[in-house]
C-alpha cells in the first residue's frame, strides 16, 4: 500500500508551516501593540505625576501669595493708596467717557431760542456693568466675575446645540479636577449623564490637574469651566456633594438664584459624614448637612441604603434616589480581550515572576483601610502575594508592614489601571469594621467584577453583602479561608461569566438612567419610586 500524500492534500500540509509562522508572527505583533500602547499610557501616567506635582506646588505658592496680599490688604498704607487709587479711577474715568462721547458723530444740535442745553448726568462707576458681549434682557444672567461674562457667548453657543424646549443640562459643582490619576464617580457619571443625551457642565476649581479657562470639550457633550456654570444656565440639574461644603458656601443667596433660574438642586449624599474620612472638614459638612430640608434642596440622592435612609429622615417633601457606583465595563474588556501574560506593567514584574496566586486591592490606602487585618494575613499566607495600589491618605500607608509577599505600589493612573489588576487572582475589600464600612457603597466592587474577579470583603459591608456572590470575614482567619474559596472560583469559567454579568447589571450608564428618571419625576411633580 502507498504511503505517498495524495496530490489534494499536499498543499495543506505544505501550507501548515507557513500558517503556523503567521500565527506566532501575529500573536508578537499582538504583544508588542500591547506593549506599545502600555508604554504610552505609562508615560501619560508620568506627565501627570509631574504635572500634578507641579500643580500641588502652584497651589502652595498660590496660598502663600495670597497671605502676603491678605497682610498687604489689612495695612494701613495700602488702604490709603486704594482710596487715592479709586478718586483717580473716577476722575480717569469721567475723562474719557467724555472723550468718547465727543467723538461721536452726531448731528449739531441747535438749541431752542432763550434754552440751554444741559450736560449729560455721567452713570456712577460703581453702576456699570462690563460685559463682552451685548445680553438680552430674555438673557440676563449673573455672574462672579468679568471673565464669566467673557464666556457669555460661548456658554451660549453650547447650549444651542439642543432645541430650547428640549434642552436637558446637568451641572456638576466643583468637587475635583476632572484630570486626576484616580478617576472617581464624579468623573464617571459625567460622561454617563452625557450618554443619556444631557449637556453636562463640570466646574472644576483647577486645583491639581486641570487648567481649565472658559469652556473644554474632554467627551461629547461634557465640558470642564472654571466658570459658574451654575449661574449660567437654566432648567439644569445641579450637582452638590456632600464630600465638599458647597452649599454651605453658596449660603442661601447663591443657592437662590440658582433656582430662580428654575434650575434643581441635587443633594448627593455619597459618604458617611466621619472624621476619619472627611479629615479636617467635617464640621463643614456637617453644617451644610443641617441645611439639607425641603426649603434648601429639590431632589436628594444617597449612594447607600443607609445614607438613603438618614435623607429621608430630613426630607418631608424632597423624594431620595438611590444611587450607588458603578462601572465601566468597557474600560476592563478591552484589556481582557487579550492574553494577559501579553503585558506586564514593569511595577508587576516581581510579582508575577514570584509565582505565587495574586490577592490585589486598588483604591485608596487611607485610613479607614483594616491595617491589622492585612499584616496578620499576609504572615499567615506566605504562599499568597498581596499587592496594593493606590494613592496614600495621611501617610496612612506606613501601617501597612513589610513584608516579602506584599507588594505596595502606589498610585497607578485609571488608563493603565486594567493592565495591573489583570493579574489578579482574587480582590479584596478590607475595610476595617465600623459606621464607613457599613455605609460605604466601594466603587471598586463594580470594577473587580468587570474583571471577573471573585471579591472577598470584611463584614458588616452592606452594600457588598447585597450579593451573595461577594464572600465576607470577619477577621484575618476568615479572610485566609475566604481567600481559598475566591481562588476556587477564580479558576471556574461560570463563575468568572457570573461576576463579569454582575458588573453589567451595575453600569453607570444605568445609575445615569436612574437619575435621569429622577430629574424627570421632580420636574413633573412625581414621587421617585426607589
Known amino acids: 500500500m502507498s504511503t505517498d500524500t495524495p496530490a489534494s492534500l499536499q498543499p495543506q500540509r505544505d501550507a501548515a508551516p507557513a500558517m503556523q509562522d503567521s500565527d506566532a508572527a501575529l500573536l508578537q505583533a499582538r504583544r508588542d501593540v500591547l506593549s506599545y500602547k502600555y508604554e504610552v499610557d505609562r508615560l501619560y501616567t508620568e506627565y501627570q505625576r509631574v504635572h500634578g506635582a507641579y500643580a500641588h506646588s502652584s497651589v502652595e505658592l498660590l496660598a502663600q501669595y495670597n497671605k502676603v496680599v491678605d497682610e498687604l490688604g489689612r495695612s494701613r498704607l495700602w488702604q490709603l493708596f486704594t482710596k487715592i487709587a479709586k478718586v483717580w479711577s473716577r476722575i480717569r474715568y469721567k475723562r474719557e467717557?467724555?472723550?468718547?462721547?465727543?467723538?461721536?458723530?452726531?448731528?449739531?444740535?441747535?438749541p431752542p431760542a432763550g434754552s440751554r442745553l444741559r450736560r449729560p448726568e455721567l452713570p456712577d462707576i460703581g453702576a456699570i456693568e462690563y460685559r463682552a458681549h451685548p445680553v438680552p434682557a430674555e438673557?440676563?444672567?449673573?455672574?462672579?466675575?468679568?471673565?464669566?461674562?467673557?464666556?457669555?457667548?460661548?456658554?451660549?453657543?453650547?447650549?444651542?446645540?439642543?432645541?430650547?424646549?428640549?434642552?436637558?443640562?446637568?451641572?456638576?459643582?466643583?468637587i475635583i479636577d476632572w484630570f486626576v490619576?484616580?478617576?472617581?464617580?464624579?468623573?464617571?457619571?459625567?460622561?454617563?449623564?452625557?450618554?443619556?443625551?444631557?449637556?453636562?457642565?463640570?466646574?472644576?476649581?483647577?486645583?491639581?490637574?486641570?487648567?481649565?479657562?472658559?469652556?473644554?470639550?474632554?467627551?461629547?457633550?461634557?465640558?470642564?469651566?472654571?466658570?459658574?456654570?451654575?449661574?449660567?444656565?437654566?432648567?439644569?440639574?445641579?450637582?452638590?456633594?456632600?464630600?465638599?461644603?458647597?452649599?454651605l458656601s453658596w449660603q442661601a443667596d447663591v443657592a437662590r438664584k440658582v433656582r430662580a433660574r428654575n434650575n434643581k438642586l441635587l443633594y448627593e449624599y455619597i459618604d458617611h459624614i466621619d472624621p476619619e474620612i472627611s479629615f479636617h472638614t467635617t464640621g463643614q459638612l456637617a453644617r451644610q448637612f443641617a441645611l439639607v430640608d425641603d426649603e434648601h434642596i429639590d431632589l436628594g440622592l444617597a449612594s447607600a441604603a443607609t445614607l438613603r435612609e438618614e435623607l429621608r429622615a430630613k426630607l418631608n417633601t424632597v423624594p431620595v434616589t438611590y444611587v450607588p457606583n458603578g462601572v465601566d465595563t468597557y474600560h476592563y474588556d478591552e484589556v481582557l480581550r487579550h492574553d494577559r501574560r501579553a503585558t506586564v506593567p514593569p511595577d508587576m514584574r516581581d510579582v508575577v515572576e514570584a509565582g505565587r496566586p495574586i490577592v490585589g486591592?486598588?483604591?485608596?490606602?487611607?485610613?479607614?483601610?483594616?491595617?491589622?487585618?492585612m499584616n496578620e494575613l499576609a504572615k499567615q499566607r506566605p504562599d499568597l502575594s498581596f499587592v496594593y495600589i493606590g494613592p496614600d491618605y495621611l501617610d496612612a500607608a506606613r501601617k501597612l508592614e513589610s513584608l516579602s509577599n506584599v507588594y505596595a505600589l502606589g498610585a497607578v493612573d485609571y488608563a493603565v489601571l486594567p493592565y495591573f489588576a489583570q493579574h489578579f487572582d482574587v480582590a479584596i475589600i478590607p475595610f476595617k469594621q465600623g459606621e464607613i464600612a457599613r455605609t460605604t457603597s466601594p466603587l471598586k466592587l463594580f470594577e473587580y467584577f468587570a474583571l471577573g474577579l471573585p471579591v472577598v470583603v470584611t463584614q458588616g459591608m452592606e452594600e457588598c453583602e447585597q450579593f451573595p456572590e461577594v464572600l465576607t470575614a470577619g477577621s484575618a482567619e476568615a479572610y485566609s479561608v475566604a481567600i481559598d474559596e475566591a481562588l476556587s472560583r477564580s479558576r471556574d469559567p461560570e463563575w468568572i461569566e457570573r461576576f463579569r454579568a454582575l458588573a453589567e447589571e451595575n453600569t453607570w450608564d444605568k445609575r445615569a438612567q436612574v437619575l435621569s428618571a429622577a430629574h424627570d419625576a421632580v420636574l413633573e411633580n412625581k414621587s421617585v419610586s426607589n
Not at 97 to 110: N, W
Not at 192 to 217: P, W
Open 97 to 110: 467717557y467724555t472723550d468718547v462721547i465727543r467723538s461721536i458723530p452726531l448731528p449739531r444740535v441747535v
Open 139 to 174: 438673557k440676563t444672567w449673573e455672574a462672579t466675575s468679568f471673565l464669566s461674562h467673557t464666556y457669555y457667548n460661548k456658554i451660549e453657543t453650547i447650549l444651542a446645540r439642543q432645541p430650547e424646549g428640549q434642552r436637558r443640562v446637568f451641572v456638576q459643582s466643583a
Open 181 to 247: 490619576p484616580l478617576f472617581q464617580r464624579p468623573q464617571h457619571m459625567a460622561l454617563a449623564m452625557a450618554r443619556q443625551g444631557y449637556l453636562v457642565f463640570y466646574v472644576t476649581a483647577n486645583m491639581l490637574g486641570d487648567r481649565a479657562k472658559g469652556f473644554h470639550e474632554v467627551a461629547p457633550n461634557v465640558f470642564i469651566t472654571n466658570q459658574p456654570a451654575h449661574l449660567m444656565v437654566d432648567d439644569a440639574l445641579v450637582s452638590c456633594y456632600s464630600t465638599v461644603a458647597t452649599l
Open 361 to 373: 486591592y486598588f483604591g485608596a490606602m487611607a485610613p479607614w483601610l483594616w491595617y491589622e487585618a
